[in-house]
Every structure is written in structure tokens, then in C-alpha cells.
């Protein structure tokens, strides 16, 4: 049987640092640079830091992340996974009647579109943050966007 988010997430982990980058991912750090690879509770635990109000994007995630590590920077596959499942052990917890749960909601993707993949997708999305005071608005055909999202970014350490 497959694992639920929450055991994902509560799933006993530890950050890894990647030097010398392999040669197929090289390219996306600094020659000589390093890399992180998170875990899903620790992206948890960062988007629950994400105050009322304010927005992160998932480069801003990959930056605190790699600041953390003392790395040139945060793996982008890991992290989105990551954040992912983060966002789908919230939903399972609230399945469950909890109430204060991680706000994945908060966490735009680095372009500052709202992310389909996310639990309810570009609706639930939408909805919440317009419930905390955001105002989103159509970004192209099928994007949204959150007016003034970078104005808006926590910071995140």
C-alpha cells in the first residue's frame, strides 16, 4: 500500500549535501558549487515560518535552504516534490478535522503563479489566499497571479 503524505512527511530524514555535483546537474550551480537536498518535514517546517500576510516562492524556499546549508544551492526537483508533499500531508490533516496546518498556499512557484499541482489546485489556491487579504488576478490564458507578490515575500532564513 502506498505511503500517505503524513508518512512522507513524518518519515525519519536527513539533508543531504552533494559535492561535486554530477555533470548531468552541474550547470546549475557555480563551478565548484554544492547542493542540498532537503527533506520534506524541513520544507514543512519552513512554509509553516511563512507569517499571515506575507508569500514565498519556491526559489525563495531553495535560497533559505541552501543559506541553511552552507550550499551554492537547494535541489529544484527535491524541493517541489518536497513542498508537495508537504502541501498534501496538510490536507490529509485537515481530512482529519485539524485546523492549524502548514500554509502551502502561501508558497507561490518562482514565477509568481499560483501552482496547479497543489492540493484543489488553482481554485483552493486562489481561494485562500484571497481569504487572507491577497488579490489574485489572471496572469495569461490559465495563470493567476498574486498582485505584487514580490513585494510580499517573507524572509525567510
Known amino acids: 500500500m502506498a505511503m500517505s503524505a503524513i508518512e512522507k ?5 536527513e539533508a543531504k549535501i552533494v559535492q561535486p555535483l554530477p555533470a548531468r546537474v552541474a550547470h546549475w550551480a557555480p563551478p565548484g558549487g554544492s547542493m542540498v537536498i532537503s527533506t520534506p518535514s524541513e520544507i514543512d517546517e519552513l512554509v509553516r ?4 500576510g506575507k508569500l514565498a516562492t519556491v526559489n525563495t524556499l531553495r535560497e533559505a535552504l ?8 537547494a535541489c529544484p526537483v527535491t524541493t517541489g516534490i518536497f513542498l508537495n508533499i508537504a502541501a498534501r500531508a496538510a490536507a490529509e490533516i485537515e481530512e ?10 502561501r508558497v507561490l512557484k518562482s514565477d509568481g503563479t499560483l501552482n496547479p499541482k497543489m492540493p484543489g489546485g488553482i481554485a483552493e489556491q486562489k481561494k485562500r489566499l484571497r481569504d487572507e487579504g491577497h488579490s489574485v488576478v489572471a496572469k495569461g490564458k490559465s495563470s493567476f497571479t498574486v498582485t505584487g507578490f514580490d513585494t510580499k ?3 525567510l532564513s
Open 49 to 52: 515560518t511563512i507569517p499571515k
Open 96 to 105: 482529519m478535522g485539524g485546523k492549524r496546518v502548514t500554509p502551502w498556499w
Open 66 to 73: 541552501a543559506r541553511r546549508h552552507g550550499t551554492s544551492i
Open 9 to 13: 512527511l513524518r518519515k525519519p530524514q
Open 153 to 155: 515575500l517573507a524572509r
